[in-house]
């Protein structure tokens, strides 16, 4: 059974950082591309990023480009969201995904497990 815990969320004005982890075990870590989501409210999930299984390989949403950065630590089963200069509309709730394929995807439905969210508020 595979399970993907998020942590790392919380409030931050508007230019801080904060760092989003996902925990991952029940799966081949390793062998998965990872990807992280975010949903405002009333909003459809949107996609923020995404890496490869062996994690040369990231996408971006524009709107995070240059800001956000994706890893992982395949040793540790986790994969890291790392914000700065963070802005109100990146309010959200924050969710990791893992798909069973090691190449990155920014659809949604190209996921085949998800976590629970973690919330990040960003005050202006």
């Known amino acids: 059974q595979v399970q993907l815990v998020e942590s790392g969320g919380g409030s931050v004005q508007a230019g801080g950082s904060l760092r989003l982890s996902c925990a991952a075990s029940g799966c081949t870590f390793s062998s998965y591309a990872m990807g992280w989501f975010r949903q405002a409210t009333k909003n459809e999930r949107e996609f923020v990023a995404t890496i490869s299984w062996h994690g040369t390989v990231t996408n971006y949403a524009n709107s995070v480009k240059g800001r956000f950065t994706i890893s992982r630590n395949n040793a540790k089963n986790t994969v890291y969201l790392q914000m700065n200069s963070l802005k109100p509309e990146d309010t959200a709730v924050y969710y990791c995904?893992?798909?069973?394929?090691?190449?990155?995807?920014?659809?949604?439905?190209?996921?085949?497990?998800w976590g629970q969210g973690t919330q990040v508020t960003v005050s202006s």
């Open positions: 995904a893992t798909r069973r394929s090691g190449t990155t995807s920014g659809v949604a439905k190209g996921y085949d497990y």
